[in-house]
């Protein structure tokens, strides 16, 4: 059972455009969520989080956007640049689990063109 | 600088074959994980240990043993018993008295067994 979902395998924007990065979860306890962004070879590195009391966080070129009602949560870069281009996870956590007890989407590999 | 070493970082075995893969980490974190990741899959919780001397199974502990002798050190072997051992294994740390801590990923393990 797939508790957090990411549908889109793949993304792929113009220099300077906007990359919309979407996940969706079902379990109700999540109540922190994470993106990672992962270079191949490499480990994933934290990029934002959201707590579930806020529906926004900004940090630099990115936004996170978080919909309870819809168990929905969006990745925004503004502008998109090359070396952004990577996987991207988000993750769970459900209220009351250990630290790193984490749930992981599929992930989504963004390409950003020149 | 502080961070998480894996290593090595490719490794081969032959099934039926124990194997013992290390993560080191020099950033004073009380806490230790161990995630899989396979194609197309997020990454799965195999264990983790929030202090020396304790740990937890994960989403996926069949087949593997961990143990947590230091602090900065948390050993995984994959067992005979691990059906599918073939993947990327990556280890993260966390600190302990901040529940939203993210967590910091070493580079990673790919282990193929054929």
């Known amino acids: 059972d797939q508790q957090v979902k990411q549908n889109s395998p793949s993304l792929s924007v113009q220099e300077g455009r906007i990359s919309i990065l979407n996940c969706d979860y079902t379990?109700?306890?999540?109540?922190?969520f994470l993106w990672y962004k992962k270079y191949p070879a490499e480990g994933p590195t934290f990029l934002i989080s959201i707590s579930s009391i806020k529906d926004k966080n900004e940090d630099g070129r990115f936004t996170v956007f978080l919909n309870k009602s819809a168990k929905h949560l969006s990745l925004h870069i503004v502008p998109s640049q090359p070396g952004d281009s990577a996987v991207y996870f988000c993750a769970a956590k459900a209220g009351g689990t250990s630290y790193g007890k984490l749930t992981f989407g599929q992930g989504t590999i963004l390409t950003v063109h020149p | 600088d502080g961070g998480i070493t894996q290593s090595p970082k490719y490794l081969f075995r032959k099934e039926g074959q124990n194997v013992t893969l290390s993560c080191e980490q020099n950033l004073n974190h009380d806490a230790m994980y161990w995630y899989r990741q396979d194609p197309g899959q997020g990454l799965r919780l195999i264990y983790y240990s929030q202090i020396v001397n304790d740990f937890q199974k994960g989403d996926i502990a069949e087949g593997y043993s961990v143990s947590r002798e230091k602090k900065e050190s948390f050993p995984l072997t994959v067992t005979s018993a691990q059906k599918n051992p073939t993947a990327f294994y990556l280890c993260?740390?966390?600190?302990?008295?901040?529940?939203?801590?993210?967590?910091?990923f070493g580079n990673g393990t790919r282990l193929t067994v054929t």
């Open positions: 993260a740390s966390s600190l302990q008295g901040s529940y939203n801590s993210p967590l910091h």
């Open positions: 379990n109700s306890m999540f109540d922190y």
